[in-house]
């Protein structure tokens, strides 16, 4: 099993910026792909940004491209999301995720590729 806990999140105005953290524990050497997902109140969890367990590859959704960027401490398995230029449309709970044993280092975005998940943490951008 692989437990997360997310933190960082927050009230922040329109065009500011937060970082998140997803701290893994538990059987990490099983972790391929990690991942944030949000969801906005009346909306579908949505992908966000994913990374390889090794931090080699990352891919972003078009709408966070160029304002988010996700990392990974190899020393602390932790995954970081940083936001920056925040919107208010990016209010929304946003979870982490975890894809244990992956047969590939492919990315996914679907929610049911993922079979750990974090509370989720509340990001409120005002505007």
């Known amino acids: 099993q692989v437990q997360l806990v997310e933190s960082g999140g927050g009230l922040v105005q329109a065009g500011g910026s937060l970082r998140l953290s997803c701290a893994a524990s538990?059987?990490?050497?099983?972790?391929?792909?990690m991942a944030w997902f949000r969801q906005a109140p009346g909306k579908e969890r949505e992908f966000v940004a994913g990374?390889?367990?090794?931090?080699?590859?990352?891919y972003y959704a078009d709408s966070v491209k160029g304002r988010f960027t996700i990392s990974r401490d190899n020393v602390k398995d932790t995954v970081y999301l940083q936001m920056g230029s925040l919107k208010p449309e990016d209010t929304a709970v946003y979870y982490c995720?975890?894809?244990?044993?992956?047969?590939?280092?492919?990315?996914?975005?679907?929610?049911?590729?993922?079979?750990?998940w974090g509370q989720g943490t509340q990001v409120t951008v005002s505007s």
């Open positions: 995720a975890a894809r244990r044993f992956a047969s590939s280092n492919v990315i996914g975005v679907r929610a049911d590729e993922y079979d750990s």
């Open positions: 990374i390889t367990w090794s931090g080699s590859s990352a």
């Open positions: 538990g059987r990490t050497f099983s972790i391929s792909i």
